[in-house]
């Protein structure tokens, strides 16, 4: 059974960092590419970020490119989201979330985290 267990959201003021990891389980980890994804309130889920299946390759969306990091450890199965610079239109739930191939759309991916809630205060 596939796994994708998110932590470290919580509440943070404007101009703070939080880190989210994702700990992936019961899946190939290094034959899916990863994402993270959130949701705000009353709006879709819309992607933030994605790594390839080897760490090599990295998108973002543009509302968080400079400020964000994805990154992955194999070894581990994990992969992370180093959040910067946070502003309050970053709040929502952050989802992680794992595809083979390359991709941006939530529908495209096949498991999800339960997520975490990221509120950031002004």
């Known amino acids: 059974q596939v796994q994708l267990v998110e932590s470290g959201g919580g509440l943070v003021q404007a101009g703070g960092s939080l880190r989210l990891s994702c700990a992936a389980s019961g899946l190939p980890f290094t034959q899916y590419n990863m994402g993270w994804f959130r949701q705000a309130p009353g709006k879709e889920r819309v992607f933030v970020a994605t790594i390839n299946y080897s760490g090599a390759s990295t998108d973002y969306a543009d509302s968080v490119k400079g400020r964000f990091t994805i990154s992955r450890d194999n070894a581990n199965d994990t992969v992370s989201l180093q959040m910067n610079s946070l502003n309050p239109e970053d709040t929502a739930v952050y989802y992680c979330?794992?595809?083979?191939?390359?991709?941006?759309?939530?529908?495209?991916?096949?498991?999800w985290g339960q997520g975490t809630q990221v509120t950031v205060s002004s």
């Open positions: 979330a794992a595809r083979r191939g390359w991709g941006i759309t939530p529908p495209s991916y096949d498991y």
